[in-house]
């Protein structure tokens, strides 16, 4: 007799619920020590107030676009096998992790703070890999990564430099990654249904030069607003990067179990409500900061637009007059020569 395979309810995944006076109870009493952090609680907007409520009371998933859930799901007491995996199912090809690299160090500053990747990893071959999480993409997203894997490529520089410092050669120099996960996506990225970007490098020649710059933006919004069936484990994974919804969660879990113990790792917080307001707090101050700096940018990017169009218009206007100068110009010098060629036909009538 086949057996039967075992249907997931929400309950086995996100664990038993408790009401909302319950949940109430825990964040009061995980927090009684801590005013200002139920303060926090009681002040965030209440979109992200119920989504907090919700998954302590098990009735809702939890995102894990945030920094803190998402190193706590993909490094499981420090162990970088899932990351490994999560990793390979996305490059498509085997990661090998050699040792998580601390994230303090970076010497790019925006804003009077350093940029801090989410998670850097150097693998057996020496390349560095940076997976970074975003709940919402910084404006001018090209030029930024730039900026980070150069920032990669010269802490390698130095690293290698300070450990072999008479046997270094740019030989030595591994390849770094970026890859850039959005939960939403600039502007740029919405021309389009394609929700994984890899930059591609190559020379017009054909000659072959190793550059060590990789580059993968991943537009979540554009993945969950275009893939219907989760029929790849790739998909499943971009799926349950974001997935909150209880019937999402139900789905993807009895298609694909393996994510099983994921959901047990990030049910934990469920115990932990002092942890998750933290978690909301940071992420709704560093949205509200990322959202005012897109701004910002944008509209110093529309005032140059305008300033362009209207100096373009300017240029337009002037050749104009320029033409018009050389047209009353040339009327003048024609007006000029009439009146000589009267003159000397005057002159010539008076001489007869």
Not at 94 to 107: A, F, M, W
């Amino acid at each position: 007799m086949a057996e039967t395979k075992k249907l997931y309810t929400l309950a086995d995944i996100l664990g038993e619920p408790i009401t909302e006076q319950e949940a109430q109870n825990l964040i009061r009493k995980e927090t009684n020590s801590d005013e200002q952090t139920f303060q926090n609680y009681v002040n965030l907007n209440e979109t992200y107030r119920n989504k907090l409520l919700h998954f302590i009371m098990g009735k809702n998933g939890l995102s894990i676009t945030y920094d803190t859930v998402f190193r706590h799901v993909m490094l499981p007491g420090g162990d970088t096998k899932r990351l490994e995996h999560f990793l390979s199912i996305i490059f498509d090809q085997p990661i090998h992790i050699k040792q998580i690299l601390p994230r303090e160090g970076s010497q790019i500053v925006e804003n009077g703070s350093f940029v801090i990747a989410d998670i850097i990893a150097s693998m057996e071959d020496g390349s560095i890999i940076n997976v970074e999480i975003q709940k919402i993409g910084y404006a001018f997203p090209g030029e930024r990564s730039s900026c980070y894997t150069a920032d990669m490529i010269m802490r390698q520089y130095n690293y290698l430099k300070n450990q072999n410092k008479k046997s270094f050669s740019y030989q030595d120099m591994r390849s770094v990654y970026l890859i850039v996960f959005m939960e939403h996506s600039p502007a740029q990225f919405h021309h389009t249904n394609k929700y994984i970007h890899r930059k591609i490098s190559c020379f017009d020649t054909g000659v072959q030069i190793n550059l060590l710059d990789n580059i993968t933006f991943i537009s979540l919004d554009t993945f969950r607003s275009v893939v219907q069936n989760i029929d790849t484990e790739q998909k499943a994974w971009l799926s349950f990067l974001t997935a909150g919804d209880p019937d999402e969660i139900v789905r993807l879990v009895n298609a694909y179990p393996e994510f099983l113990p994921c959901y047990r790792d990030i049910i934990s917080f469920r115990r932990r409500p002092k942890d998750l307001i933290t978690t909301f707090s940071d992420a709704l101050r560093e949205m509200d900061r990322n959202t005012e700096i897109y701004m910002v940018e944008q509209l110093a990017k529309e005032v140059q637009e305008k300033d362009h169009a209207l100096a373009e218009k300017d240029n337009v206007i002037a050749e104009k007059d320029n033409a018009i100068a050389e047209k009353d110009n040339a009327i003048a010098e024609q007006a000029k020569l009439i009146e000589q060629l009267k003159k000397q036909l005057a002159e010539t009538r008076s001489t007869d």
